[in-house]
């Protein structure tokens, strides 16, 4: 399975439709999570019945939704065209913060509309917040690694979306018995490459499988590695799942991602 990136994409003022040349980037390592907020705009009315306990009675805005994420940049981990400042590639991200003249009022200013798509999750709003962090220099006093925290926002309550029931079918998962190794439930099944099940299962320690772990043997993960290389444990398993259509908040298609320093490339194959 394919390695999907998260992409910045600039959006016209309504929050519809991408802009015509506008800003489009593919982020080098996608982020570890997205936390998504929701709030409503509570008024507290004037006036009400105290003794009929009116007087708590609050009234609802249009309320917000906001997007909190961190995407990590590493000039050293660039497979081809390598840059010597980490900056040339944050500042395609501080692009959405910068002010541009309003469609409504041309003498006001406001910042771009921007999408945040990673797979099936999708967000359209303004950059509310950004910081970066740069934390790894050359000789030469150039930065080479930087993380960027954002916070997106939209004035109102997102919704989220699906296509069709989003079931998944039953997976065939096989149960560890005691003192039983992942290399002896495989050879079981006629699979001698319990490495990569394992891997593709998360499991951290497959000589010494706990009793009634359980176990799908159908799939497994093949691994690439150029330079150095990290995986959360399960990442594999999480991007074996299809995707559920979901078009807002859900990832779905989870990412294998590189640690920082290395490049890598991933694939999932059921069996």
Do not use: C, H
Request: charge should be negative.
């Amino acid at each position: 399975m394919a390695l999907v990136k998260a992409t910045l994409t600039e959006l016209d003022q309504k929050f519809e439709e991408e802009k015509s040349g506008g800003q489009k980037v593919e982020v080098q390592f996608n982020p570890e999570t997205l936390k998504v907020t929701f709030a409503n705009a509570i008024v507290q009315p004037q006036g009400g019945d105290q003794s009929a306990g009116n007087s708590g009675r609050q009234f609802v805005g249009a309320g917000t939704t906001k997007l909190a994420l961190t995407l990590w940049f590493d000039v050293t981990a660039m497979e081809k065209d390598a840059v010597d400042d980490v900056r040339r590639l944050t500042a395609k991200v501080v692009y959405f913060m910068t002010p541009q003249k309003s469609d409504a009022d041309p003498k006001k200013l406001s910042p771009p509309g921007v999408q945040f798509q990673w797979g099936s999750f999708l967000f359209k709003g303004v950059v509310e917040g950004l910081d970066e962090s740069l934390e790894y220099f050359s000789p030469e006093g150039k930065p080479l690694r930087a993380s960027m925290t954002l916070t997106l926002s939209q004035q109102k309550i997102l919704e989220t979306k699906f296509d069709g029931e989003g079931k998944v079918g039953q997976r065939p998962f096989k149960a560890a018995k005691q003192n039983q190794s992942l290399q002896n439930m495989a050879a079981k099944q006629g699979k001698d490459d319990w490495q990569s099940i394992a891997a593709a299962n998360g499991i951290e320690d497959p000589l010494r499988m706990a009793a009634g772990s359980l176990v799908d043997l159908n799939i497994s993960a093949s691994v690439g590695i150029g330079g150095s290389f990290d995986t959360s444990v399960g990442a594999a398993f999480a991007a074996a799942a299809p995707s559920s259509g979901a078009n807002l908040t859900t990832p779905t298609g989870g990412g294998l991602n590189a640690a920082l320093g290395g490049a890598a490339s991933a694939s999932l194959s059921l069996g």
